[in-house]
Nanobody
Framework: QVRLVESGGGLVQPGGSLRLSCEAS????????VGWFRQAPEKQRESVAA???????NVPESLKGRFTISRDNAKSTVYLQMNSLKPEDTAVYYCNAIEIGTGMEYWGKGTLVTVSS
């Protein structure tokens, strides 16, 4: 089993920056990819960034230039750097991991990001 714990959320003013962390623990050797998702009230969950085991990253075109995903293998942690934040970025941000072979997915409990003046 894999456990994912997000951290770094909070209140930030528009135009500000925030870095979220996703620390993985447990049986993590078979993780194939890690991604960040967000869900705002009454809206569908959406992918905001992903990174595969080979280091390839993917960020939606609408978020490129503002959101960057990276990892620190020594710390078993994936980061989401968010810059030039906008009120519409307000959401609960979740970390997701995909297991090699089985395709099984694991989710963290989320961390709330609020962008407001």
């Amino acid at each position: 089993q894999v456990r994912l714990v997000e951290s770094g959320g909070g209140l930030v003013q528009p135009g500000g920056s925030l870095r979220l962390s996703c620390e993985a623990s447990g049986s993590i050797v078979n993780i194939r990819a890690v991604g960040w998702f967000r869900q705002a009230p009454e809206k569908q969950r959406e992918s905001v960034a992903a990174i595969s085991s080979d280091g390839r990253t993917n960020v939606p075109e609408s978020l490129k230039g503002r959101f960057t995903i990276s990892r620190d293998n020594a710390k078993s942690t994936v980061y989401l750097q968010m810059n030039s934040l906008k009120p519409e970025d307000t959401a609960v941000y979740y970390c997701n991991a995909i297991e090699i072979g089985t395709g099984m997915e694991y989710w963290g409990k989320g961390t709330l990001v609020t962008v407001s003046s």
